[in-house]
């Protein structure tokens, strides 16, 4: 079974640190983009920075500088390490797969995936 699990969410202030963890099983990194993607309160899912099966990064600019996505291959692990946090950044992240590609913006259920659970992470001024 294919699954992805988060972690490493919480509260942090702005201009801290936090960093995030995805945890994969049922498949392993050289068959599918790793992706991480945010949905704040009332807006839409966006994706924050994804890592294709070769290697290559993608950040949003808003993320571009501060934020870091590497992957743990033995370990079946992505992280992102997320620095300079900014208030509006408060959102829930999810950790996302898929064998084809992924798109710059989707949600949970929007046909690719899998998705993890999401885990919130909250930036206070």
């Known amino acids: 079974e294919v699954q992805l699990v988060e972690s490493g969410g919480g509260s942090v202030q702005a201009g801290g640190s936090l960093r995030l963890s995805c945890t994969a099983s049922?498949?392993?990194?050289?068959?599918?983009?790793m992706g991480w993607y945010r949905q704040a309160p009332g807006n839409e899912c966006e994706m924050v920075s994804s890592?294709?099966?070769?290697?290559?990064?993608y950040y949003a600019d808003s993320v571009a500088g501060r934020f870091t996505i590497s992957q743990d291959n033995a370990k079946n692990m992505m992280y992102l390490q997320m620095n300079r946090r900014k208030p509006e950044e408060t959102a829930v992240y999810y950790c996302?797969?898929?064998?084809?590609?992924?798109?710059?913006?989707?949600?949970?259920?929007?046909?690719?995936?899998?998705w993890g659970q999401g885990t919130q992470v909250t930036v206070s001024s």
């Open positions: 890592i294709t099966r070769d290697g290559r990064t």
């Open positions: 996302v797969a898929d064998e084809i590609r992924l798109p710059l913006n989707g949600c949970p259920g929007d046909g690719f995936g899998p």
């Open positions: 049922g498949f392993t990194f050289d068959e599918a983009d």
